[in-house]
């Protein structure tokens, strides 16, 4: 059973970065993804970004693809969100998920979830 434990969310002003973790314990396979999801108070969870566990194949939603970069580290099974220049539309709680395959940006394609970590964005 994999666990997913998200850290690094806070409270910045706009234009500022932030650099989310995702640590995973159990065994990883390359054929699994995983992928960071934001939810917004009283909204249903979007897609920001994923990558298969190999490296290969990663995804961006379109209002971040230009700001923020997934990357991984193998040896301590951690995926890592670099959010650059934010805005206060990326608030919300940010949650690291995993699937076999792909990813994908469909929430309901994913089986792991992490807590959740808070993100805010102040104009």
């Known amino acids: 059973q994999v666990q997913l434990t998200e850290s690094g969310g806070g409270l910045v002003q706009a234009g500022g970065s932030l650099r989310l973790s995702c640590a995973s314990s159990g065994r990883h396979f390359s054929s699994s993804a995983l992928a960071w999801f934001r939810q917004a108070p009283g909204k249903e969870r979007h897609f920001v970004s994923g990558?298969?566990?190999?490296?290969?194949?990663?995804r961006y939603s379109d209002s971040v693809k230009d700001r923020f970069s997934i990357s991984k580290d193998s040896a301590s099974n951690t995926v890592y969100l670099q959010m650059n220049n934010l805005q206060p539309e990326d608030t919300g709680l940010y949650y690291c998920a995993k699937r076999t395959g792909s990813p994908t940006t469909a929430a309901s394609d994913y089986t792991n979830w992490g807590q959740g970590t808070q993100v805010t964005v102040s104009a």
């Open positions: 990558m298969r566990w190999n490296g290969n194949a990663p």
